[in-house]
Nanobody
Framework: VQLQASGGGLVQPGGSLRLSCLAS????????LAWFRQSSGKDREFVGS????????TYADSVKGRFTISRDIAKDTVYLQMNDLKPEDTAVYFC????????????????????WGQGTLVTVSS
């Protein structure tokens, strides 16, 4: 499995959740990873991204200030820490990866990513 997302679940509004994405990074030379999400009946939406080389992550405006992306080099894992969750954050969350870094304007383009994880469901509800 190239990418394996986990950590989804049910959480109340205002709560927190941390998603993990285990990547076969070294085998496939994955250097740029992103999180997307898809709500029922909607298109898949860019959440944020991180370059394994260490520059600051980037985020969609809808999650900026609430979500944080980080990486653990030793574990080949990228995390999505989600705080102050809202019902509109309910979605299936996917991690995606590619070999090379993307310019800022291209990071939300789904077609730019070569590998996708299976998705993990996050439900924000009281």
């Amino acid at each position: 499995v190239q990418l394996q997302a986990s950590g989804g679940g049910l959480v109340q509004p205002g709560g927190s959740l941390r998603l993990s994405c285990l990547a076969s990074r070294r085998r496939f030379n994955m250097n740029f990873l992103a999180w997307f999400r898809q709500s029922s009946g909607k298109d898949r939406e860019f959440v944020g991204s991180i370059y394994w080389g260490g520059e600051s992550p980037t985020y969609a405006d809808s999650v900026k200030g609430r979500f944080t992306i980080s990486r653990d080099i030793a574990k080949d894992t990228v995390y999505l820490q989600m705080n102050d969750l809202k019902p509109e954050d309910t979605a299936v969350y996917f991690c995606a990866a590619r070999q090379n870094r993307l310019v800022l304007s291209a990071r939300a383009n789904e077609g730019a990513y070569n590998w996708w994880g299976q998705g993990t469901l996050v439900t924000v509800s009281s």
